[in-house]
Nanobody, 121 residues
Framework: QVALEESGGGLAQAGGSLGLSCAAS????????MGWYRQGPENQRELVAH???????VYGDSAEGRFTISIDNVLKTVYLQMNGLKPEDTAVYYC???????????????WGQGTQVTVSS
């Protein structure tokens, strides 16, 4: 069984910073890309950032220049440092990882339960 455990998030003022982390655990053979998506109250889920196991990041338009994603392959953990937060960053942030479980040849997507980020103006 594989799980993604998210931590961080919470409340920040506009212009402030927050950090998120997400650790993969369980019966894992390998972890590929990990990343973050978010979903606001009236929006579809959108990419914030993801990063390959080689450390190559890709940012969504909303995150470019303000957020930084990083990965620790040993800890199977992805981090998202969010600076210059704006009220429109308010959303539930979901961790995503491409994981090949033990006793499986096929990687698949796994999702965390989500963590709320609220930015006040």
């Amino acid at each position: 069984q594989v799980a993604l455990e998210e931590s961080g998030g919470g409340l920040a003022q506009a212009g402030g910073s927050l950090g998120l982390s997400c650790a993969a655990s369980g019966s894992i053979f390998s972890v590929g890309a990990m990343g973050w998506y978010r979903q606001g109250p009236e929006n579809q889920r959108e990419l914030v950032a993801h990063i390959s196991s080689m450390g190559i990041p890709v940012y969504g338009d909303s995150a470019e220049g303000r957020f930084t994603i990083s990965i620790d392959n040993v800890l199977k953990t992805v981090y998202l440092q969010m600076n210059g937060l704006k009220p429109e960053d308010t959303a539930v942030y979901y961790c995503n990882a491409v994981i090949t479980p033990l006793n499986s040849e096929k990687p698949r997507d796994y999702w965390g339960q989500g963590t709320q980020v609220t930015v006040s103006s």
